[in-house]
């Protein structure tokens, strides 16, 4: 999974280039929704290895795109405070599905918590969908302009 997450992530950049992080954001979230359906069908073994690298391509290439929209949507300054609350978010709601996908695993079944997968991302999909105005400002495509003030931005000049 680790290894296809890193050439996702490759495949991610190349894409990148070419087209507007918003649209490929929203396809890949697609296409992460249709490789974890399988999932709650599979059994520890090649399918679920299986399953697991084309989730680790996808996801390596979700990053890619995620970092590009939150970049293009946040307020100016405000990186290290916009990643500071989504983690909070992000990690908060990991740390309870955790707890319930243990509890649900055991009280029911391993494939009723791997069932519920493929359903918070759905969701997701219709919430992105919904609130596709709101991230408009990520529909743009990346000019040479735009990688070089970000490079300048980022370039230590105290040198």
């Known amino acids: 999974m680790g290894i296809a997450s890193i050439l996702g992530g490759v495949a991610a950049g190349i894409v990148s280039k070419r087209y507007s992080p918003l649209e490929w954001f929203m396809r890949n979230y697609i296409l992460w929704l249709i490789f974890t359906l399988p999932l709650a069908f599979t059994y520890p073994g090649w399918s679920l290895a299986l399953v697991g690298a084309c989730l680790g391509f996808i996801g390596g290439a979700q990053q890619v795109f995620y970092w590009e929209v939150l970049e ?3 307020p100016l300054g405000s990186e290290v405070s916009s990643i500071g609350w989504l983690w909070t978010i992000e990690g908060s709601f990991m ?10 695993s055991e009280a029911f079944s391993p494939r009723v918590t ?14 992105l969908f919904a609130g596709r105005k709101y991230l408009s400002e990520a529909n743009a ?14 370039a230590d000049e105290t040198n």
């Not at 740390?95 to 649900?104: K, N």
């Open 114 to 127: 791997l069932a519920i997968t493929p359903t918070c991302i759905a969701i997701g999909a219709v919430i």
């Open 141 to 154: 495509r990346p000019t040479t302009e735009n990688d070089l003030r970000a490079m300048r931005d980022n």
């Open 72 to 74: 293009a949507v946040r």
């Open 95 to 104: 740390a309870i599905g955790s707890a319930f996908g243990g509890y649900i």
